[in-house]
């Protein structure tokens, strides 16, 4: 398997989806850069936890778009998805409004996410490689065009 990444992303988090592993790599190197700024002298960017919220929505509609595409039932890995965004919305209006630390929201986003590739986009992304061997080459090549 070569997968070149950044090295943010640990190995074990790898689940050979590679438009996916490409995406948790990306939500990481976010997570640290936001860890970066916060743990600096320099000013909090909401801005910066906004676009991470906004790319958390993104990364969470491909995977449904991915097991739309194979017809597995995503119903429950979308309520977590679903869950998920709204404590982070949730602790993100507590960070704007000062009740809440930055370092608590950033330290809960990460665990969820490392937790979350490994208990149900693990899984996910086994189900998915099942149902592309089932379809064969030419549903395969169907669905990339
Ligand atoms: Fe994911
Ligand atoms: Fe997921």
Redesign the pocket.
């Known amino acids: 398997m070569e997968i070149n990444l950044a090295g943010l992303l640990p190995e074990a988090l790898l689940i050979d989806l590679p438009e996916i592993d490409a995406q948790h790599e990306e939500i990481f190197r976010r997570i640290e850069s936001l860890k970066a700024t916060c743990f600096g002298s320099g000013p909090v960017s909401f801005a910066e936890f906004e676009s991470l919220l906004d790319y958390l929505k993104y990364h969470?509609a491909s995977?449904e778009r991915i097991a739309n595409a194979v017809g597995l039932d995503f119903a429950g890995?979308a309520t977590?998805?679903r869950d998920n965004l709204q404590a982070l919305q949730k602790a993100f209006a507590g960070v704007r409004n000062g009740a809440r630390d930055v370092h608590s929201f950033l330290r809960y986003a990460e665990y969820w996410f490392e937790r979350?590739i490994a208990v149900?986009?693990r899984p996910?992304a086994a189900s998915v490689r099942n149902c592309r061997a089932g379809f064969g080459d030419a549903q395969q090549s169907a669905n990339s065009s």
């Open positions: 969470f995977e890995h977590a998805h979350h149900e986009d996910f």
